[in-house]
């Protein structure tokens, strides 16, 4: 199975100021054949399902704000907020879908400072 | 709009089954790979299964296998999880959750069913 770690498991940042969240799979999610990471971001408000953010390291979803950006290959990620807001305070999760079962990093909680 | 209800979740005792349904709204079905995550209370996202779009495929969580099914019936574009001999550490809110393709993101996300397992 492909272990997924996220780091920081919680992070306090400021409002305006940049906020990043790693993600390191233990085998590489980059399918050669096509040049793609199999790695999404997801967002989770309290109460609410998770939504997709980014899929495929570093598209961003139809709607989600470009101060989202996703970054890296192989088996690093990074998840770039680059201007935080007060509507971002959730917890984030990385997942790949390179193969089954389809696992998911432990989660990043991300607070207003 | 997509829409993902799923049902059929409560309280159940250890050893005993349930099934959870997923009704599917809003996009083309039968073209989905459709899963299950759940998430334990207060805990992070665990992957449960998931079906191809044509029910070719299926494949589990080692912590669900061989005991829980995934299936579904593209006519009425709803998509099951059933669940045997549970256990406490089965208890969690279980989501539906819709796939463009067979290894691709997490598009779709239904608001989820509670299953608690306990005496």
């Known amino acids: 199975d492909i272990v997924m770690t996220q780091s920081p498991d919680s992070l306090t940042v400021s409002l305006g100021e940049r906020a990043a969240i790693n993600c390191k799979s233990s085998?590489?999610?980059?399918?050669?054949?096509?040049?793609?990471?199999?790695l999404a971001w997801y967002q989770q408000k309290p109460g609410q399902p998770p939504k997709l953010l980014i899929s495929?390291?570093?598209t961003r979803e139809s709607g989600v704000p470009d101060r989202f950006s996703g970054s890296g290959s192989g088996t690093d990620f990074t998840l770039t907020i680059s201007s935080l807001q007060a509507e971002d305070v959730a917890v984030y999760y990385c997942?790949?879908?390179?193969?089954?079962?389809?696992?998911f990093g432990q989660g990043t909680r991300l607070e207003i400072k | 709009q997509v829409q993902l209800v799923e049902s059929g979740g409560g309280v159940v005792q250890p050893g005993r089954s349930l099934r959870l349904s997923c009704a599917a709204s809003?996009?083309?079905?039968?073209?989905?790979?459709m899963h299950w995550v759940r998430q334990a209370p207060g805990k992070g996202l665990e992957w449960v299964a998931v079906?191809?779009?044509?029910?070719?495929?299926?494949y589990y969580a080692d912590s669900v296998k061989g005991r829980f099914t995934i299936s579904r019936d593209n006519s009425k574009n709803t998509l099951y999880l059933q669940m045997n001999s549970l256990r406490a550490e089965d208890t969690a809110v279980y989501y539906c959750?819709?796939?463009?393709?067979?290894?691709?993101?997490?598009?779709?996300w239904g608001q989820g069913t509670l299953v608690t397992v306990s005496s």
């Open positions: 959750v819709g796939g463009g393709s067979s290894y691709g993101p997490a598009d779709y």
């Open positions: 809003g996009f083309t079905f039968s073209t989905y790979a």
């Open positions: 079906m191809w779009f044509d029910g070719s495929n299926k």
């Open positions: 085998q590489s999610v980059l399918y050669n054949s096509n040049k793609k990471n199999y």
């Open positions: 495929w390291a570093s």
């Open positions: 997942q790949q879908y390179y193969g089954t079962p389809f696992t």
